[in-house]
C-alpha cells in the first residue's frame, strides 16, 4: 500500500518574533496518507514567481537531483537519492534567489518544526542545509497521487473520504499538542 504527502499551507507570520517563538502556523506541514496526497495551495501570490534553478544546474553535496515533483511560491521540490544511505528523499528547495526576508524565516520555522514531530504519518526531516546561497531541507520522500488526480475519476465516496482523513487529523491533533499548528 502506497503512502502520499499532504502539504498545509499558511500565511506569512505578521510578527517575525512570534514566528520565531513557534506562536504561529508554519509555512507547511507534510502529513502521510494512503493512497492520495492532498494539497491546499498557498494564497495566490500578487507576481509570479521565477522559476527556481534549473535541475541541471544544481549540485547539492550528497545528493543527486532526479526530478522536479512539486512547486510552490517559495520553491520547488525535487525527488532526490542521498547518496551516504543510497535512499530517495524529497528536496525542498527555497527560491532563495527571489526569497524575501519573511520567506526565509517561514522556511527556517518550517524545518525547526517538521524537526520536533515524531508521528507515524508526518514526514521525518532528514537534514537541513544551504549549498551556494540555495537552503533546502532533505526530507521522507512519501510517493502517491495528489488529491487533484484522483478527483479526476469523480467525487470520493464518504467511507473513502472518511479513510483519507483520518490519519491526516490524527498527524494535526499531534502537531497542535506539540504547539506547531
Not at 514566528?19 to 509555512?27: L, W
Amino acid at each position: 500500500m502506497s503512502s502520499s504527502s499532504v502539504i498545509f499551507w499558511t500565511p506569512p507570520p505578521s510578527d517575525p518574533s512570534a514566528a520565531a517563538a513557534n506562536n504561529v502556523p508554519m509555512s507547511a506541514l507534510s502529513f502521510r496518507s494512503q493512497d492520495t496526497q492532498i494539497v491546499h495551495p498557498a494564497a495566490p501570490l500578487a507576481e509570479p514567481t521565477p522559476p527556481p534553478p534549473d535541475i541541471t544546474d544544481l549540485r547539492i553535496p550528497g545528493y543527486i537531483l532526479e526530478e522536479t515533483i512539486g512547486r510552490g511560491g517559495m520553491g520547488v521540490v525535487y525527488r532526490a537519492r542521498q547518496l551516504v544511505s543510497n535512499r530517495p528523499v524529497a528536496l525542498k528547495m527555497l527560491n532563495t534567489a527571489h526569497a524575501k526576508p519573511e520567506d526565509r524565516l517561514r522556511f527556517e520555522i518550517e524545518a525547526q518544526a517538521i524537526a520536533q514531530l515524531k508521528h507515524p504519518n508526518i514526514v521525518e526531516l532528514y537534514h537541513v542545509g544551504d549549498t551556494d546561497g540555495h537552503e533546502w531541507l532533505s526530507l521522507e520522500l512519501v510517493e502517491g497521487g495528489t488529491l487533484a488526480m484522483r478527483l479526476i475519476a469523480g467525487p470520493i465516496p464518504p467511507r473513502e473520504s472518511a479513510a483519507l482523513l483520518e490519519p491526516i487529523a490524527r498527524a494535526v491533533d499531534f502537531a497542535h499538542q506539540q504547539r506547531i499548528i
